[in-house]
């Protein structure tokens, strides 16, 4: 099962990414609300994910030095993550710092990002099934 961390996502947003995710690939989403929380979480924890709002509900911070953080440290560096953002200058800061290309919430239900998320959540069974 995949394991998705959620950041700084308000409720209404938080409770359609954790529908979604555990719908569409059935993921495990656990969330975070700042950075501090989320840092301490990716370093304690495994993640497959790490989906990032641009503007965190608890303080309404900035939530792309959160990626840069996660990017610089040698042991987190690997793990994945994407800047949840409808605004194309922020998306691309993101994928400066490291991020892969992100969607904005106007497009959780897309194609798109789902095939997006499928390149990182879907089990490698399904990609090979398919093939055969």
Do not use: W
Not at 34 to 49: S, T, Y
Request: neutral net charge.
């Amino acid at each position: 099962m995949p394991r998705v961390l959620d950041v700084g996502n308000c409720d209404l947003d938080h409770g359609a990414i954790r529908r979604m995710l555990a719908a569409s690939f059935r993921a495990e989403v656990v969330r975070a609300h700042d950075a501090a929380g989320a840092l301490a979480l990716v370093r304690a924890q495994p993640f497959d994910l790490v989906l990032v709002n641009r503007q965190l509900d608890a303080d309404h911070s900035d939530g792309l030095p959160i990626i840069e953080a996660i990017k610089a440290d040698p042991k987190l560096r690997q793990v994945p993550c994407m800047l949840i953002t409808n605004y194309a200058q922020h998306q691309a800061a993101a994928e400066r710092a490291g991020a892969l290309p992100g969607f904005g919430k106007k497009e959780i239900q897309s194609d798109q990002t789902r095939a997006r998320l499928a390149a990182i959540l879907a089990p490698p069974s399904a990609a090979t099934s398919s093939a055969s």
